[in-house]
């Protein structure tokens, strides 16, 4: 918890006991259903919660934005990103559903009026949203495929409506086919943990 008020001292008290009361709901519902490594648990604030709240560092959504997370496994993004802009929306989309009853659950406990859950493929999914974020779910190409269509065209955020995605590793080769309207970011500008030296961060105006 401390790494997350490191990068974002501003955070209300009641933005502070909902992130503080992640680490034994996942605790309790990852004992029940595994949608975090046994051995990464313990890494939840740091892998999870704060890699998710890089987003947060590329754009700050301002009030009444509509966000979906597509593939969002336990919540990621999603439900950091929730906590972090309450006044805006947010729709988490998987098609296991597991994976969606242990983030819905975690939504509930912590109190969250601006997230709902999707159990589908995005692909199924007609509304619309100015942006999409994603962790990892799949490919890049695979990624702009199934959620352009729910973009709208006119935007109210700093940049244009689109896609911003977390990754690891090598992505030039992801990134090519968009290098013209592609913007890549190194989580390691954000934060300083060693763990985030290789992660990186994609958005696409779409």
Same mark, same amino acid.
């Given at each position: 918890m401390k790494t997350i008020l490191k990068y974002f001292p501003t955070l209300t008290q009641e933005q502070i006991a909902q992130f503080s009361a992640l680490d034994s709901l996942y605790r309790d519902w990852n004992s029940k259903i595994n949608v975090i490594s046994r051995k990464d648990i313990d890494n939840l604030y740091e892998h999870h919660v704060l890699h998710s709240l890089a987003i947060a560092k590329i754009l700050r959504f301002q009030p009444g934005t509509d966000v979906v997370d597509i593939g969002t496994g336990g919540g990621f993004p999603g439900i950091p990103l929730a906590i972090m802009f309450p006044e805006c929306s947010f729709t988490l989309v998987d098609s296991v559903g597991k994976k *969606?009853?242990? $983030?819905?659950?975690?939504a509930a406990s912590l109190g969250l009026k601006n997230v709902i859950f999707v159990?589908?493929?995005? =692909?199924?999914?007609?509304?619309?949203?100015?942006?999409?974020?994603?962790?990892?779910?799949?490919?890049?190409?695979?990624?702009?495929?199934?959620?352009?269509?729910? *973009?709208?065209? $006119?935007?109210?955020?700093a940049l244009?409506?689109?896609?911003?995605?977390?990754?690891?590793?090598?992505?030039?080769? =992801?990134?090519?086919?968009?290098?013209?309207?592609?913007?890549?970011?190194?989580?390691s500008e954000f934060f300083s943990e060693e763990y985030f030296q290789t992660k990186k961060a994609v958005y696409l105006p779409l």
């Amino acid at each position: 918890m401390k790494t997350i008020l490191k990068y974002f001292p501003t955070l209300t008290q009641e933005q502070i006991a909902q992130f503080s009361a992640l680490d034994s709901l996942y605790r309790d519902w990852n004992s029940k259903i595994n949608v975090i490594s046994r051995k990464d648990i313990d890494n939840l604030y740091e892998h999870h919660v704060l890699h998710s709240l890089a987003i947060a560092k590329i754009l700050r959504f301002q009030p009444g934005t509509d966000v979906v997370d597509i593939g969002t496994g336990g919540g990621f993004p999603g439900i950091p990103l929730a906590i972090m802009f309450p006044e805006c929306s947010f729709t988490l989309v998987d098609s296991v559903g597991k994976k *969606i009853k242990v $983030a819905s659950e975690v939504a509930a406990s912590l109190g969250l009026k601006n997230v709902i859950f999707v159990y589908d493929r995005m =692909e199924n999914v007609k509304q619309k949203f100015d942006f999409a974020v994603s962790r990892a779910a799949m490919s890049l190409d695979l990624l702009v495929k199934v959620c352009r269509k729910n *973009i709208n065209k $006119a935007g109210h955020n700093a940049l244009p409506n689109g896609l911003i995605c977390l990754k690891g590793g090598e992505l030039e080769t =992801e990134v090519k086919a968009y290098s013209r309207i592609a913007t890549l970011y190194s989580v390691s500008e954000f934060f300083s943990e060693e763990y985030f030296q290789t992660k990186k961060a994609v958005y696409l105006p779409l």
